[in-house]
Nanobody
């Protein structure tokens, strides 16, 4: 059974950092497309960052230079390093995965079949 679990959310003050992690299991794909999304209260879900199945990174303009996707030695774990957080970064953060996201021109939720349950990030001013 395919499963994604996010962790690492919390409450911080503006200017601080947080690292989110996404562990996915049950996949037999050799390569994955993996993305991070967020949803603020009263707003639509928006794409934040993606590491596609070709190894390319993309970031939303609002987080470029502050957020970065990385992976550690565990093959099915990805991290989202978030620096210089602002109150506008507040929301529930979701990781998503699928075998491929080829053809995706922006960071689009519709390309991802599998989603985690979300983790809350709150940034106070």
């Amino acid at each position: 059974q395919r499963h994604l679990v996010e962790s690492g959310g919390g409450s911080v003050e503006a200017g601080e950092s947080l690292t989110l992690s996404c562990e996915f299991s049950g996949y037999t794909y050799f390569r994955y497309c993996m993305g991070w999304f967020r949803q603020a209260p009263g707003k639509e879900r928006e794409g934040v960052a993606v590491l596609d199945d070709d190894g390319n990174l993309r970031y939303a303009d609002s987080v470029k230079g502050r957020f970065a996707i990385s992976k550690d030695n565990a093959p099915n774990t990805r991290h989202l390093q978030m620096n210089k957080l602002t109150p506008e970064d507040t929301g529930v953060y979701y990781c998503a995965a699928d075998e491929t996201c080829r053809g995706m021109t922006t960071i689009e939720a519709g390309y991802f079949e599998h989603w985690g349950q979300g983790t809350q990030v709150t940034v106070s001013s």
